[in-house]
């Protein structure tokens, strides 16, 4: 089968750093993406990796390891608003997005 | 901006009702998806389109069907609505070339 495995939640205080791993079993694989969803909200797009390493966008990051099946986000300098649940999401050889469970990061003042 | 419109925010429908669930995108974008959302289940995909007339199935599209007429409109259809399919519904586009999805605001859809 396929799934992606992902914290349920996090939390963390305002200023600190962040990471959510996801490890990940599918049957292709093309790249690994994020995405972010506030309460009510619809999901937003954050970041894509399709080789192994580390993509930087401002206080995000993220990484990829293709061979450990594994990845995770990096958020810095952690502020209220980033109180949101992350997903990440696999993209597969048909372009299907195969999404994780989510993890809800609280972030405390 | 990509915008992506879904044609109600809340639906309330009955068991057996036949309920029609459209979203279209303004951007010209081949790729288009239906998600279901639940708690502690993420999104599981349900159908998708990559071009007019053409579709196929998701992880989950026992008691669905789409419609894709248009470029720009999906439709999901629900032919005969039960309690379970009670959910969170996206819809999502995104051009063939990019690895982005854009989703609209979603339709909270209650089957009573």
């Known amino acids: 089968g396929q799934s992606l495995e992902q914290p349920s939640e996090v939390t963390a205080v305002e200023g600190a750093i962040v990471q959510i791993n996801c490890t990940y079993q599918t049957s292709g694989f093309y790249g690994l993406s994020w995405y972010q969803q506030h309460d009510g909200g619809a999901p937003t797009f954050l970041s894509y990796n399709a080789l192994d390493g580390l993509e930087e966008t401002g206080r995000f990051s993220s990484f990829l390891s293709r061979s450990d099946s594994y990845g995770y986000l990096l958020l810095q300098e952690l502020q209220m608003k980033d109180s949101a649940s992350y997903f990440c999401?696999?993209?597969?050889?048909?372009?299907?997005?195969?999404f994780g469970t989510g993890t809800r990061l609280q972030v405390f003042p | 901006d990509v915008k992506v419109t879904q044609s109600s925010r809340y639906l309330v429908k009955r068991t057996g009702e036949k309920v029609f669930l459209e979203c279209v995108q303004d951007?010209?974008?081949?790729?288009m998806f239906w998600y279901r959302q639940d708690p502690g289940l993420g999104l599981r995909l349900i159908y998708f389109?990559?071009?007019?007339?053409?579709?196929e199935k998701g992880d989950i599209p026992e008691g669905y069907s789409v419609s894709r007429e248009k470029k720009e409109r999906f439709s999901l259809i629900l032919e005969s609505a039960s309690t379970n399919q009670t959910s969170m519904y996206l819809c999502?586009?995104?051009?063939?070339?990019?690895?982005?999805?854009?989703f609209g605001p979603g339709t909270r859809l209650t089957v009573l």
């Open positions: 999502a586009s995104s051009p063939v070339t990019d690895n982005e999805q854009f």
């Open positions: 389109s990559y071009d007019v007339k053409m579709k």
């Open positions: 999401a696999v993209r597969d050889e048909t372009d299907k997005l195969i």
């Open positions: 951007m010209d974008h081949e790729n």
